[in-house]
Structure formats: C-alpha cells, structure tokens
C-alpha cells in the first residue's frame, strides 16, 4: 500500500507505535471502502484496540496516517471527527447524567438542533432498550457494562457519522440487544456508511461482517473479502494457518482437576 487508497472511508498508512523500545503497531496499512461492514481480528496485544485509537484520533502515532474521506485526521481533526462515530475501548462518559440527559449534551454539542437531538435519543433509547421508566431515571454512574456499552453506542450514531469505528461493541451486551445492533450496522453499511469493528469473536466476524482484517504482532497478516481471507477454511483456523498454533502439552496444568 503506501498511500491512502482514493474513494477509501478510511485508509490507514503505515501507523506505528511503540512503547518503551516495543513496537506495539508496525507499519500497519488497513483500508475500509465505503458500504462495507470490515471486522478486525486477532489476539490479546495484538495491537487491535492501539490501532483504532490511532484511527479516531485517540492516540497520537509515532508514525504514518489516518485518512477519513479524504480527510487527514492529524492535519484536519476537528473535520475528519465531524465524519467519524466512535466506540473506544474504555470509553468514559459523564456519569451524573441519566441516558437521555447525555444523549441530549452529546448532540448539543455536536451541534445538532435541540429538537432534533430530542427525536434521535428517544428513537436511539427505544431501540437500545434503555427507555424503561427505571433506565430513564437511572444515572450513567449506575449503569451495567453492556448498558454503558449501548448508550456509548448511542452517542456514536446520534449525529449520523459516514465512518463507525467501534472496539469490541458486543461486550457483554444480551443476545436480544446485540441482534438489534447488528441490524443497525448493517442497514448502516446498506446505506453506504462504513463500519470498522474490532473482536475476539470470529465467529461474530465470520457471521455480521463482509470483510476482515487479520491483525498479530502489530501488523495485518491478511485483509480483503471474508471468503478471499478464508480461502475455503473457517476464520479461526486460517488465523491459525497464518500465526501457527501452539503445540499442545499433555502435561500442562496436571494438579488441575487431580
């Protein structure tokens, strides 16, 4: 790659970081095109979680670019935002602030119109499920993770961005809840947002996305369409083609069950 892929939603061109002397991103290149819904997958420290906070502008590279639409995020932050709705990893909200409370804040400052801020957070509440008398009067302090986990999402979709870049959206999120945003992202997509996802799950990429980045080391072993990555295999086991598999020892972990 090398350079910024034309007519990309995203293009991300050799990003670095390191910590302490450790390469944690190395040079990596990802491009999501427009009207694709791409996953991202790979192990603990595989450099998923650095890679996305580079990309939204979370996290200042050592190295290399995030283009949004042809905005570079670095030289142009506050309009490449203005495209992007994000789900970090840890993501911290206002805790004092019931639900709609936040949604209402988050669009006032998005600068949405005061009545329409009021008609997407009842629609976003309503679909989410968070709009339950004891869930309205409930603060964000006293939320559960997979209800912080929806209302973060809200906040990412309130101003209807042209790029989703969400770290591990399903976390602890109930089945119900999920399907339902898995239906929202891709009608997203559909309608030529694009989104980026990153998980633990390939059978949840395998299932929802129509692209996938493999990522180990701080680098993309494989990207492109989810069946030219798999190449007839499951998505876990071509993962395994690519890193290899740890040898299995009959000995490991004895005393446990003895």
């Known amino acids: 790659m090398g350079t910024p892929v034309e007519g990309a939603a995203l293009s991300l061109t050799r990003l670095r970081k390191t910590y302490r002397g450790v390469v944690v991103v190395d040079d990596l290149d990802l491009d999501v095109p427009r009207g694709s819904f791409t996953g991202v997958v790979g192990p603990n420290g595989?450099?998923?979680?650095?890679?996305?906070?580079?990309?939204?502008?979370?996290?200042?590279?050592?190295?290399?670019?995030?283009?949004v639409h042809g905005v570079d995020l670095w030289r142009?932050?506050?309009?490449?935002?203005?495209?992007?709705?994000?789900l970090p990893d840890g993501l911290a909200?206002?805790?004092?602030?019931?639900?709609?409370?936040?949604?209402?804040?988050?669009?006032?400052?998005?600068?949405l119109d005061k009545n329409e801020v009021h008609r997407r957070a009842e629609e976003l509440l309503d679909l989410l499920d968070l709009d339950t008398p004891d869930d309205r009067a409930r603060l964000?302090?006293?939320?559960?993770?997979?209800?912080?986990?929806?209302?973060?999402?809200?906040?990412?979709l309130l101003h209807n961005p042209r790029v989703l870049v969400l770290d591990e959206p399903f976390e602890a999120v109930d089945p119900v809840s999920a399907r339902v945003i898995r239906r929202i992202l891709r009608q997203f997509a559909e309608r030529g947002g694009?989104?980026?996802?990153?998980?633990?799950?390939?059978?949840?990429v395998e299932q929802m996305c129509d692209r996938v980045a493999l990522i180990a080391a701080g680098r993309v072993l494989a990207a492109g369409p989810i069946d030219d990555v798999r190449e007839g295999l499951?998505?876990?086991d071509r993962f395994i083609a690519h890193v290899g598999?740890?040898?299995a020892d009959d000995e490991e972990l004895a005393w446990l069950g003895s």
């Open 194 to 204: 694009a989104v980026l996802i990153s998980s633990h799950v390939m059978p949840l």
């Open 140 to 156: 964000v302090l006293e939320y559960s993770t997979g209800m912080r986990k929806k209302i973060g999402l809200a906040t990412a």
């Open 245 to 247: 598999e740890r040898p």
């Open 93 to 111: 909200l206002p805790e004092r602030l019931t639900g709609t409370e936040l949604l209402t804040y988050w669009g006032l400052l998005r600068g």
């Open 76 to 86: 142009q932050p506050a309009k490449a935002k203005a495209l992007l709705g994000v």
């Open 46 to 67: 595989a450099g998923k979680t650095t890679t996305l906070s580079m990309a939204i502008g979370l996290l200042r590279p050592d190295g290399g670019t995030s283009v």
């Open 234 to 236: 499951s998505l876990e």
